[in-house]
């Protein structure tokens, strides 16, 4: 479960952004999950509230946002969400495609006190 160490990561980076900006605590943390990302949001949530204790995300809200999969079509240049996983443009049906979101895990924000 590569979850525990992604949780594990973005525990280090709330606690350096809370030092680097003198607060005590983190009141919520919200992340972008793009569903290429191969992050299973349900252990990654379970992860979330099992390490959170003692540290200054103790009693923070975890936000989790789903992206969807962005692509542009190298044949076309036309830039879609798509709905479904069909890697196909749906202007010119073309499979010459670039992702360009909705395959990585960002941390968005934090709140801080």
């Known amino acids: 479960m590569h979850e525990y160490s992604i949780v594990q990561s973005l525990l280090e980076q709330c606690e350096q952004h809370a030092k ?3 607060a005590s605590k983190v009141t919520k943390v919200v992340v972008k999950i793009g569903v290429l990302s191969g992050v299973e ?5 379970t992860a979330f509230d099992t390490f959170k204790e003692k540290t200054v995300c103790d009693k ?6 789903h992206q969807k999969v ?3 079509c190298n044949e076309c240049n036309e830039k879609t969400t798509l709905e479904k996983n069909e890697f196909l443009c749906p202007k010119c049906n073309s499979g010459d495609l670039k992702v360009i979101d909705g395959e990585d895990m960002y941390l968005m924000s934090l709140e801080l006190e």
């Not at 949001?41 to 949530?45: K, N, S």
């Not at 923070?60 to 946002?65: M, P």
């Open 41 to 45: 949001v349900d252990l990654l949530q």
């Open 70 to 72: 962005v692509i542009v």
């Open 60 to 65: 923070a809200e975890f936000i989790i946002n």
């Open 20 to 22: 680097a900006n003198d």
